[in-house]
């Protein structure tokens, strides 16, 4: 399955992809996104983890305003 970083406070979002079967890594420093295939971030600050020049392949969603469902399913169609 695939691997998914999640920023540490979306732990509602963790739990729900944890479930769903996704490898889930907390984001708690730049190089653990580096080999996630897909990445759920808080969006609330422009750069809150200092991850301006991490790079990972995979795509990036903001989870603001999203629930944990909603936010499992864009990580479901960006993987596909």
């Known amino acids: 399955m695939a691997k998914v970083g999640v920023e540490q406070s979306l732990g509602n979002v963790q739990q729900a992809l944890r479930e769903k ?3 889930v890594v907390e984001l708690k420093q730049e190089s653990d996104a580096e080999n996630c ?3 759920v971030v808080t969006g609330l600050d ?12 995979g795509s990036v969603i903001d989870a603001n305003g999203l629930s944990a469902e909603e936010v499992c399913q864009q990580v479901e169609s960006r993987l596909q």
């Open 21 to 23: 079967g996704y490898d």
């Open 37 to 39: 295939d897909c990445c």
């Open 46 to 57: 422009s750069n809150v983890m200092g991850m301006q020049d991490t790079y990972t392949k």
